[in-house]
């Protein structure tokens, strides 16, 4: 069973777009497996609590990242 877990900011995306990564991901796993791989393609969007995660070490937020990068 083809599967892909997606992990994003918590409050980064509205239904719309978790659908779209779905259906879009879904679609990438036809094209490459054939059809036979729609009935059992999985996708999780797992939303990730705000400070929960990071890069290169460095815990990030929301705030951080509308921020900018820091030059």
């Known amino acids: 069973m083809p599967f892909a877990n997606f992990k994003v900011p ?18 990438l796993y036809v094209r490459i497996f054939g059809e036979r791989a729609r009935a059992n393609t ?11 995660w990071g890069i290169g070490g460095d815990v990030l937020t929301l705030a951080e990242l509308a921020a ?4």
Do not use: F, Y
């Open 10 to 27: 918590e409050k980064t995306l509205d239904e719309k777009q978790k659908e779209q990564i779905v259906t879009e991901t879904t679609e």
């Open 42 to 52: 999985m996708v999780l969007v797992e939303e990730v609590a705000d400070g929960g």
């Open 68 to 71: 900018g990068p820091q030059t």
